[in-house]
């Protein structure tokens, strides 16, 4: 539809009928894609083709006639087929030829009736084959319109004359083999001459205004042109990975993260081996599995192949030292890694050109640095920074080199991640989608920038982290995947038809073992797939836990065999980490049911609901043995810290101002055992305080592989804590006085996810499972 302001302005208007449809071929001769189906009459009968109104087949041919009849009712101010109902106005589409353009605008150039005659041809093989041949043809004539005014304006008066006949003397010498024949005005076949050679045969009178109606019709249909090219050639966000074909690359269970070449020829992926961890390579073809680097002291991340496909980067972080370095490898292997740079906190992301990479790393106060450096690491220079609460991370340089896509997110407003764009020329940051989650993954941009790839959880724990398509500029969000597994950081090929991720499943079952003996444990739960985020008892020793069984993260209760479970909040919100107070009278927890995690109370049969903080990021709150006070997480001062506040209600208190999260409360009321680091950098230390705050009075000698709670032993003379070794958990005792620690449990296979004694220490509930965790390469199949 096109529409005409007062004011000249001319829209191309779309009001639904046409339908995006998946890229069937190149915008070559006969694209033949279907749009309408057979017998389909849909549009304004004026414009349809003849193929339409008989109810046969269409493609874009038919839009192209309606274009011919656009321009034939542009020049003439009629349209080529009228009659006074519909049906005359279809007999007369497809026997009746309309008269020429010229029988009501004498002035209108032979070329440009030729144009819409071809444009009009009733038999859709002998039209334009493509909207671009007719757009070629109309800007050939506007420019040899233009010179031809041009010409005669630099000549003096008494020279135009000349200048004229010059002019039809060239043309006629080009076009001499190329006139139409006198019975139908077409080109003879026979010497396969060019539109466009005819089109600069000789020019008509009035040129200016022949000039200005023909850049009109230019304009309009460069409009239409691109519309059409749209239609048929839609960006790779409006088909990529509707449908999708997948593969497992690796059959351990032990992969952590992976990358895909950008030829789509190699997976380079990080397995852990016992608690150690390689770096191997895989040739998609062909199952053989290399390894680059083995058995490793510390952490492998952030897989990045350079452009070339033939390095990989990757960054390395000590067990003592979060922040990493970032080293450059052979895809192939057989040479040692070479260090690049140290404080590197991301994946590096490459710009289109390769002359330069981009990552997050750490600043002063506790800021997070978006940094540009050159590709040999040269040149390190801040984009753009966050302080804390809010982050950046993940980066990802788009195609056209404008813009840098990261994860970002905060602890401010209730915790959340997001995706923004910064500027690489000026750092502003702008936000790519309004949607917010729990957890986002790396994204990936697709080659033409319509679009970024992703792994993301929903607000919900319950739901599993899925690969997501959100749409660019637009915003919008569409899912890849849809299932129970949850998916890890994404890279894809250069030509964004193939994605690698890591798929991961996480199984477990909730046990009791007497005396803390997991040889006499027994399973009281069965549904392998709820996630469980923390264990409670009561003191008449009924379980209380955080359980998605219920499709959302909600709070519940049973007995200490697994019977008369019961759903004690109401799937609002995700509800964690329940903590029972000494007289069983309460229970308290943390939700974002108002958007924002804070600390809420309820009674041991789920009723009467009570907030009990208005903090920024709120969570894990444990009671005091004498009733009187919640401890708990906040990350009010920009950092997590300890808290506490009265259970009846209050104002909050400040316990700690350096890193320190998950507390619980002696059981004589003293001392406050908690994790602790000195140094955002540090190694994750066990901490104890005095109830009342402070500075910790004891940092025990043990550094942790995991952030899991402690949890004090019923005589308050030990701390009982999850340490992982060679992939395995298992729940450790360490005495407050000298000593060293000692394992509780001797599994040999899976993780402990959380734990918690009875009141009497005579028994231990945990919730253990193993953690499956496979490459998997993802197609996009859209044939």
């Known amino acids: ?454 792994a993301a959880r929903e607000q919900s724990l319950a739901n599993p982290k899925q690969v997501l398509l959100i749409s660019y500029p637009d915003g919008e969000v569409r899912e890849i995947t849809n299932d129970l597994s949850d998916y890890g950081r994404v890279t894809l090929t250069k030509d964004s038809t193939t994605l690698v991720t890591v798929q991961s499943d996480q199984p477990s079952i909730i046990w009791v073992a007497p005396d803390g003996d997991a040889s006499r444990a027994k399973a009281i739960s069965s549904d392998t797939y709820e996630k469980v985020s923390g264990i409670a008892w009561t003191p008449d020793n009924k379980i209380v836990y955080a359980s998605t069984k219920s499709g959302n993260s909600d709070i519940w209760i049973m007995n200490q065999d697994g019977t008369s479970p019961k759903q004690l909040t109401d799937k609002v919100g995700n509800d964690l980490d329940p903590a029972v107070s000494s007289d069983g009278k309460y229970i308290v927890f943390g939700s974002n049911r108002t958007g924002t995690f804070n600390i809420w109370r309820m009674n041991i049969d789920g009723g009467d609901l009570q907030q009990l903080t208005n903090g920024h990021s709120d969570w894990w709150p444990n009671c005091s043995p004498d009733g009187r006070w919640v401890v708990y997480t906040s990350y009010m001062a920009g950092t997590p810290t300890l808290w506490k506040v009265p259970i009846d209600g209050g104002g909050p208190e400040q316990l700690t101002s350096k890193f320190s999260m998950l507390p619980v409360v002696s059981p004589d009321g003293q001392s406050v055992a908690y994790l602790y680091k000195d140094l955002l950098n540090s190694p994750l230390k066990i901490a104890v305080m005095p109830f009342a705050g402070g500075a910790p009075t004891k940092v025990l000698d043990v550094s942790l592989n995991t952030s899991r709670p402690v949890r004090w032993a019923a005589d308050g003379r030990s701390l009982t804590y999850v340490d992982q070794y060679n992939g395995v958990s298992n729940i450790w005792s360490l005495p407050l006085e000298e000593g060293s620690p000692k394992r509780v449990t001797n599994f040999e296979t899976d993780r402990v996810f959380s734990f918690a004694w009875s009141r009497d220490g005579r028994w231990l509930a945990y919730s253990r499972g193993a953690v499956n965790s496979h490459v998997v390469l993802i197609n996009s199949v859209n044939k």
């Not at 309606?66 to 009659?83: D, H, I, N, R, T």
């Not at 989650?437 to 994204?443: Q, S």
């Open 1 to 454: 539809n096109i529409m005409v302001r007062r004011d000249g302005y001319v829209k191309v208007l779309d009001f639904g009928l046409a339908k995006l449809a998946e890229r069937n071929a190149e915008d070559t001769e006969a694209m033949t894609l279907l749009k309408t189906q057979p017998g389909m009459i849909m549009g304004t009968v004026s414009y349809m083709a003849p193929e339409q109104a008989r109810g046969d087949e269409v493609d874009a041919r038919a839009d192209i006639w309606s274009v011919g009849v656009v321009l034939y009712e542009l020049l003439a101010g009629k349209l080529p087929f009228e009659g006074p109902t519909i049906s005359h106005v279809m007999v007369s589409i497809l026997e009746n030829e309309p008269p020429p353009v010229t029988h009501y605008s004498p002035e209108v150039p032979n070329e440009l009736e030729w144009i819409v005659k071809k444009a009009l041809r009733k038999d859709r093989e002998a039209r334009y084959q493509t909207i671009k041949e007719l757009w070629s043809d109309l800007k050939t004539l506007k420019q040899r319109l233009e010179f031809e005014i041009e010409l005669e304006r630099s000549v003096q008066p008494d020279k135009r004359v000349e200048a004229r006949m010059t002019a039809d003397r060239v043309n006629a010498a080009v076009t001499v083999a190329e006139e139409p024949t006198a019975s139908t005005g077409e080109v003879p076949a026979a010497g396969q001459a060019s539109s466009v050679g005819f089109l600069v045969s000789k020019l008509k009178l009035h040129e200016k205004i022949t000039a200005s109606a023909l850049a009109l019709l230019f304009i309009i249909t460069s409009a239409l042109a691109f519309k059409l090219y749209g239609y048929f050639n839609p960006p790779i966000a409006a088909t990529a990975f509707q449908k999708i074909g997948m593969q497992r690359l690796s059959n351990t269970g032990r992969a952590k993260d992976a990358a895909l070449s950008p030829d789509g020829r190699y997976v380079v992926y990080v397995l852990n081996n016992a608690g150690r961890e390689e770096l191997w390579v895989r040739q998609i073809t062909a199952p053989n599995n290399t390894p680059i680097l083995l058995s490793a002291e510390g952490y492998y991340q952030g897989l990045t192949f350079s452009p070339n496909s033939e390095h990989v980067y990757f960054v390395k972080s000590e067990k003592t030292n979060s922040i990493g370095s970032l080293y450059r490898v052979a895809a192939a292997g057989g040479e040692a890694p070479k260090k690049r740079m140290d404080n590197i906190d991301t994946p590096i992301t490459f710009s289109p050109d390769g002359k330069q990479f981009a990552f997050v790393s750490p600043g002063a106060d506790q800021s997070f640095v978006l940094t540009v450096a050159n590709e040999d690491g040269s040149g390190r220079r801040p984009l753009a920074a966050r302080k804390e609460p809010e982050f950046l991370l993940e980066p990802s340089w788009s195609p056209d080199g404008k813009v840098i896509a990261c994860v970002a997110g905060s602890y401010n407003d209730g915790f959340y991640k997001n995706v923004i764009e910064v500027g690489v020329s000026d750092g502003v940051i702008k936000p790519i989608t309004a949607r917010r989650w729990w957890g986002v993954e790396r994204v990936a941009w697709l080659a033409d920038g319509s679009g970024l790839v992703m």
